[in-house]
């Protein structure tokens, strides 16, 4: 196995460019490290608490070393001190280079002429590959004699992208198979082959929803006697909520942090004529161009900020542009043709409507199909409205109902246990409008609950098509009905369905409960 020693510090630039972090940018490096199968051998690394071009005397430091193969850091100190604790560590480093427990090197706005030297002197003499960034300090090793693979600024680079570019350019010189980390899928790092498995339609709605929020708040604001000037910073909100949902694709698609955000605003700038399925396709294509763009950059050994402008700027151009110019028509003709046959079906019974979607609602949520189909659906909606009809029957028929159930267990519970799970449950549904998973336990265990939250959903839904009412979850309970068309036609429907849980429950525990009576009785 090869072993790599990291090199250099927070640096000017880099400082803001992810330095300020040095755990999490020493084990970017280390990651990609592994999926290269080489080994961290050794670090110095000096992190300050300021950029390196704004340095004084009292600027302190901490220097970042390995232990045990764990990221270590000494004490902060003065950045004087920390420079003497560091050229003792480059001198032990250039040991080991001239005995051979080194095979590379990677470097990060280094000081080669002081407290690097010793180091990139030894590498050198024995001509080991470098790879880094840092325009001075990378010229300066060159004419020092270093063997540079792969030499960068590091204006427009990311921890990630710096990572995946040193370890490229050493992987190959190595002749080393190397499959980047430049992703995460539900939590856990993916590598690149898996990039198509990152596009998740339901993880992009998901993570786009405060956004849809905070456009639904604006909406409820700009209503109040005085405020009406702030229908203009709606209709603003509204153009941008495609921007939000490329922004967010491409991140998740591409696995490039800033640089697939990057993409992702520029591709949903120019997808904005598509609405929200617009903003979605422009964003994954700029998710998969800007990840096939930089490992085709890096593989042609361009600079990493160069790399990072291709991959960033130019996949969220081109897929902008295809969008522009080709799937925009498509894509808004798609959404209004949704949207116009959802508003079909409510205008030829509203109240049909309202409980179907209301009995329908706890089984897809249950099953995993609302956030893959409902959610969608209801953002859809918002992008064009700023509310939605599925949206009031999410906090009716899901939240209260929930709400409703959890109250009653906290009112009158089975036993004494059931009074403590239902008591958070409650407090999150109201204050935070979600959480109604916090109704599973008492459902699943009774029948006469699940029931009573089917037809508690289904009478609230009828009430909310009643009422007309279009309005969000996701918000608190007391807020909800003034971010709708129909304040008060969602506050009633919203009460009824707490009402009519909480009346099911109670009559269920009270079954429940003489049933154990009974039992103890005999």
Not at 85 to 104: F, S, V
Not at 182 to 204: C, D, L
Not at 328 to 342: H, M
Not at 495 to 516: D, E, G, P, Q
Request: aromatic share 8%; hydrophobic share 50%; with cysteine.
């Amino acid at each position: 196995m090869k072993k790599i020693a990291i090199l250099g510090s927070s640096g000017g630039n880099l400082y803001n460019l992810g330095g300020k972090d040095p755990y999490k940018l020493l084990g970017e490096i280390k990651l990609q490290c592994q999926a290269a199968n080489i080994e961290v051998g050794g670090i110095v690394f000096i992190g300050a608490n300021a950029s390196m071009d704004a340095v004084t005397k009292e600027t302190t430091a901490a220097l970042y070393t390995l232990s045990e193969g764990e990221i270590t850091a000494s004490e902060t100190d003065k950045l004087v001190k920390i420079n003497e604790q560091a050229l003792e560590a480059d001198a032990a480093l250039a040991k080991a280079i001239d005995e051979g427990e080194i095979d590379a090197l990677v470097v990060m706005s280094a000081d080669p002429a002081k407290v690097n030297k010793r180091s990139i002197e030894a590498a050198a003499r024995k001509k080991l590959p470098i790879a880094g960034t840092g325009g001075t300090s990378m010229a300066t090793i060159q004419s020092m004699g270093g063997n540079v693979i792969a030499a960068s600024g590091t204006t427009g680079t990311t921890n990630r992208t710096r990572a995946v570019a040193a370890l490229t350019a050493i992987a190959k010189h190595f002749k080393i198979k190397y499959m980047p980390i430049i992703g995460s899928s539900s939590g856990g790092s993916v590598q690149e082959g898996s990039v198509w498995k990152r596009i998740s339609f339901r993880g992009i709605m998901m993570a786009s929803l405060p956004g849809f929020i905070a456009m639904a708040l604006i909406l409820a604001i700009s209503k109040i006697p005085g405020l009406s000037a702030l229908e203009e910073v709606f209709n603003l909100l509204i153009a941008g909520i495609p921007v939000v949902i490329a922004a967010i694709a491409a991140r998740q698609v591409s696995g490039l942090d800033e640089v697939g955000v990057v993409a992702g605003v520029v591709a949903g700038l120019l997808s904005t004529a598509g609405g929200l399925i617009g903003g979605l396709v422009g964003g994954v294509i700029a998710g998969l161009l800007a990840y096939y763009f930089i490992k085709l950059c890096l593989r042609l050994r361009f600079p990493a900020t160069t790399a990072n402008i291709v991959s960033g700027g130019v996949s969220g151009l081109v897929a902008g542009l295809f969008v522009y110019f080709l799937i925009s028509p498509a894509a808004l003709w798609l959404g209004n043709g949704i949207a116009s046959v959802i508003q079909a079906i409510i205008d030829f019974s509203p109240v049909l409507a309202g409980i179907v979607a209301g009995v329908l609602i706890w089984p897809a949520i249950i099953g995993g199909v609302y956030h893959a189909a409902i959610l969608p659906i209801v953002m859809l909606e918002m992008s064009q409205k700023g509310m939605s009809f599925l949206g009031a029957i999410d906090m009716t028929g899901l939240v209260m109902v929930s709400a409703g159930i959890t109250l009653a267990n906290i009112v009158y519970p089975r036993n004494r246990a059931d009074r403590a799970i239902a008591l958070p449950g409650f407090v999150i549904n109201t204050v935070f409008g979600t959480f109604v998973e916090a109704a599973y336990p008492f459902m699943f265990s009774d029948k006469l609950v699940f029931a009573g939250a089917l037809v508690s959903g289904a009478v609230s839904g009828a009430f909310v098509g009643l009422f007309g009412v279009e309005g969000i979850a996701y918000v608190p309970a007391f807020s909800a009905p003034f971010m709708s068309n129909s304040p008060w036609g969602f506050l009633a429907s919203m009460l009824i369905a707490a009402a009519c849980a909480f009346l099911f429950t109670l009559l269920a525990n009270k079954i429940s409960r003489r049933k154990v009576e009974r039992e103890h009785a005999n």
